[in-house]
């Protein structure tokens, strides 16, 4: 059974559509994360989300937007994609905000064409 | 400059070779990762420590607060600790998020 589940694996699309990547969790974590790899592998956080409220949003467009439907979940919506979208995008889940230990999805792979 | 930098950022050794990866960071923090990225794309947590010294296996990591860094030791080495390997850091006084190093390219030879 995996812990952080993501859909999907790859994402490839042309640019200005819209995309949504899926992730969930079933370990009983009360926040969830949404990162993004670059080319060179650098991890950043975009957002996070504590019992379906959200508590970081870091300097992201406006084009992206999650959406917490309960703690299990979190989604990721991006709007006219770009070509700088494409990178690897990873959820991850833990117990609590803050200093606790995170649990990886596999990743999403996005290439905007 | 980023607030955690990693040496170095590719390392390459033999087989039983004894490796140390290291991370430095600029904020002070109330609990430190290591990550280790697998070729597949994967992440998983090794470690999470806020002092001294923890061990699992053949890794080993250690912390020193006052000097604001860490090592990732791989005592025996074996090819199948090819990955690369990510320090973060949670900043302290309420900062909830991970900030992440560049990572470190660790290629293990037979």
């Known amino acids: 059974d995996t812990a952080v589940s993501q859909t999907p694996k790859y994402l490839v699309t042309q640019m200005g559509n819209d995309k949504s990547i899926k992730c969930e969790q079933n370990l009983g974590h009360d926040t969830m994360y949404w990162y993004k790899q670059d080319s060179k592998k650098f991890l950043k956080i975009m957002f996070s989300y504590n019992n379906k409220e959200l508590i970081i949003n870091e300097t992201v467009p406006n084009r992206f937007s999650p959406k917490s439907p309960d703690k299990a979940h979190l989604n990721l919506h991006i709007n006219s994609l770009e070509l700088g979208d494409s990178a690897v995008y990873f959820c991850?889940?833990?117990?609590?905000?803050?200093?606790?230990?995170?649990?990886f999805g596999a990743g999403t792979r996005l290439s905007v064409l | 400059k980023n607030e955690v930098e990693q040496s170095p950022q590719n390392l390459t050794a033999q087989e039983g070779e004894f490796i140390t990866i290291n991370c430095s960071y600029s904020v002070g923090i109330s609990a430190l990762h290591w990550l280790q990225q697998h070729p597949g794309g994967g992440i998983v947590s090794l470690f999470m420590?806020?002092?001294g010294k923890k061990k699992h296996g053949r890794l080993i990591a250690t912390i020193n607060i006052q000097e604001k860094h860490s090592s990732l030791h791989i005592t025996a080495s074996h090819p199948r600790d090819s990955a690369v390997y990510i320090c973060a850091v949670y900043g302290r006084g309420g900062a909830q998020k991970l900030v992440f190093g560049q990572g470190t390219r660790l290629t293990i030879n037979p």
């Open positions: 420590l806020s002092s």
């Open positions: 991850a889940s833990s117990f609590r905000a803050g200093g606790d230990i995170q649990y």
